[in-house]
């Protein structure tokens, strides 16, 4: 007797421990006001943008807020930009105005319009009194209208200026991007910024052969690598990307048509590179896809209460800057990028690659 009550006492705690366990996959669950938040400053604009919505999985399932767009956006809100400066003291809020007309990209949205946020930084808000402002935190509050309660905010500190090293900022400058080495791109690294991304814009002109009436003139976008900087404070310290000759030109023979009967020539290249807060650059690793077994990637917010990011950036533009003779001979007559026919004009007849 003894024996069985002691089987019946194991089966009851195995049936309770079953009953206590669910591990079904909840994809519905009640309404909860969680914040969404997107957004970098840049000292750099005047108009600054906020993607605010709110999470939502009702009954529906994970789509269902597709046709009712009032559950992924709040009816009203009462969004703010303070800046803060680095002793405590607010300085100066920006109230955010409703946003409609952006466009969105093709893809999985709800019937209603891409609704943002945005608000203007007066054309000499960072330069007047000594560029002090730059050296504040702004932080994002959002309330319910009537409620003077902050449900969810975000801060960033304001990724500052910084200025290209090589090619120098002024002046014609040629890239020797078939030097042994390749080309160093070089920068200053900039206060408060931790990632760099940037990339290299090389316009050229084409024609019929024989037709110059009718030349057009194109651009093909590469993407330089991206660049973590080994410091916050600035201080002058370099940070650099190499662009070489082999991956450069091979970039070119694919992304420029082969065109029989047609010229083209080469005009210049454009830099172009974004410098990114420490929370940014947190955010973009953390959502890059996995590359081991590990499928859920770690989650990262600085929105309190809330998910997303609120960080900052800032650009920096050097156009027109030439290439080196040596590059440009690789450019018409290399291997590489020979069908491509760039030409170089002469005295006495047009030199191409034939």
């Known amino acids: ?78 969004a703010r930009v303070i800046a803060v400066a680095p002793n405590g003291d607010i300085k100066q809020t920006f109230v955010l ?38 050296d504040f935190t702004y932080r994002l509050e959002l309330r319910l209208p009537g409620n003077d309660e902050v449900f969810a905010y975000g801060e960033t500190p304001m990724v500052n200026q910084f200025r290209i090293k090589k090619p120098t900022p002024i002046g014609i400058q040629k890239m020797s991007i078939t030097a042994t080495k390749g080309y160093k791109i070089e920068w200053k690294q900039a206060v408060n910024a931790r990632i760099y991304q940037g990339y290299m814009d090389f316009i050229y002109m ?90 859920d990637p770690p989650f990262f917010t600085n929105v309190i209460h809330g998910a997303g990011v609120v960080a900052s950036t800032q650009h920096l533009y050097r156009p027109y800057i030439g290439i080196s003779t040596s590059s440009a001979d690789s450019l018409i007559f290399g291997k590489l990028t020979c069908a491509l026919r760039f030409a170089r004009a002469s005295s006495l007849d047009t030199l191409t690659c034939n």
């Not at 952006?102 to 949205?109: A, E, H, I, V, W």
């Not at 891409?114 to 960072?126: K, N």
Request: charged fraction near 15%; include cysteine; hydrophobic fraction near 35%.
């Open 206 to 295: 084409e024609m019929p052969e024989g037709h110059p009436e009718d030349s057009v003139r194109y651009a093909v976008r590469y993407e330089m690598p991206t660049v973590i900087g080994s410091s916050l404070s600035g201080g002058g310290i370099t940070a650099s990307t190499t662009i070489n000759y082999h991956d450069y030109f091979t970039f070119l023979a694919e992304s420029i048509p082969v065109k029989l009967d047609t010229l083209r020539w080469f005009r210049h290249i454009d830099i172009h590179m974004v410098a990114g807060s420490d929370d940014l650059a947190t955010y973009i690793k953390t959502t890059q896809p996995s590359n081991s077994i590990l499928q």
């Open 97 to 134: 105005a409703e946003s409609n007309n952006r466009p969105k990209d093709s893809g999985l949205f709800t019937v209603q319009g891409h609704r943002l946020y945005s608000f203007v930084f007066p054309s000499d808000y960072f330069t007047e009194n000594g560029g002090v402002r730059q």
């Open 1 to 78: 007797m003894i024996f069985s009550i002691r089987h019946l006492s194991f089966f009851l705690l195995v049936l309770i421990g079953l009953s206590s366990c669910d591990n079904t996959l909840q994809v519905t669950a009640p309404f909860e006001n969680t914040a969404v938040v997107y957004g970098t400053l840049d000292m750099g604009n005047d108009t600054q943008f906020f993607r605010i919505g709110r999470a939502y999985l009702g009954q529906d399932g994970p789509v269902g807020g597709m046709p009712h767009p009032d559950s992924l956006y709040y009816p009203s809100i009462d």
